[in-house]
């Protein structure tokens, strides 16, 4: 088995979520890509976060069907901050040893992967694939690979190698770093936020059984 870990608020799910998780469970022959909803992110100052609950609906929801793609509350469940760490130690648990798991996460969280609990074990634990900022344009992400260089040389090992399309960092005592371009689909969760706290549509933004949940909820109005 070849399982990608796809971790985020999620606040609300969206295409551009969905688009890349289908993306890179082809592009790396996954069997399923795990959408993980974090329970209190470290990293967000935002207040008004949606409830946990309801972002993990929103997300099981938008899976519902999709061959693939599964939901894990593992997160949800645990007490406190959600750590990438502890996460990838519990799928590590769960799965067997012959099994790859991979780490997916957007450029932009990989370039603060140096302020993450225990940054170091987690890149020696599981490889990672970072996707292309939702608003590249075009398949080309030649400015974005020379920001991982730049990273990586400055915070991770100045000892690494790049090769292969796309590419593929490696360095001592982590594993695989594959930087990925995704389909650009220019939607983000704040926007989906704003339109709908100014009521307007989220249509073709979203699933419409998440549109739907948010409508019903009253969320982000």
């Known amino acids: 088995m070849r399982i990608g870990l796809f971790g985020g ?5 969206h295409f551009g979520h969905l688009r890349a998780a289908l993306e890179v469970k082809e592009g790396f022959g996954l069997n399923q890509v795990v959408l993980i909803p974090a329970a209190i992110p470290p990293h967000k100052t935002r207040t008004g976060v949606a409830a946990a609950a309801d972002r993990l609906r929103m997300i099981e929801l938008a899976a519902e069907g999709e061959i693939g793609l599964t939901v894990s509350d593992v997160e949800i469940r645990r007490q406190g901050p959600s750590y990438t760490i502890d996460t990838v130690r519990h799928f590590r648990r769960e799965l067997a ?4 798991i991979f780490l997916i996460m957007g450029l932009d969280a ?6 993450w609990k225990s940054f170091r074990e987690l890149l020696s634990l599981v490889a990672v694939i970072v996707i292309t900022r939702p608003d590249a344009e075009g398949r080309s992400c030649g400015a974005e690979g020379k920001e991982l260089v730049s990273f990586i040389r400055s915070k991770i090992s100045t ?17 695989a770093v594959t930087l990925f371009p995704v389909t650009a689909l220019g939607i983000s969760s704040s926007r989906i936020r704003d339109l709908v706290s100014s009521g307007r549509s989220i249509r073709f933004l979203v699933p419409a059984a998440v549109q739907a949940y948010i409508q019903t909820k009253g969320l982000y109005s």
């Open 159 to 175: 000892d690494f190698t790049v090769s292969g399309t796309p590419a593929v960092f490696s360095a001592p005592g982590i594993q």
């Open 110 to 115: 990989f370039l603060e992967i140096d302020s």
């Open 97 to 100: 040893a012959a099994d790859g």
């Open 9 to 13: 608020t999620f606040d609300p799910i």
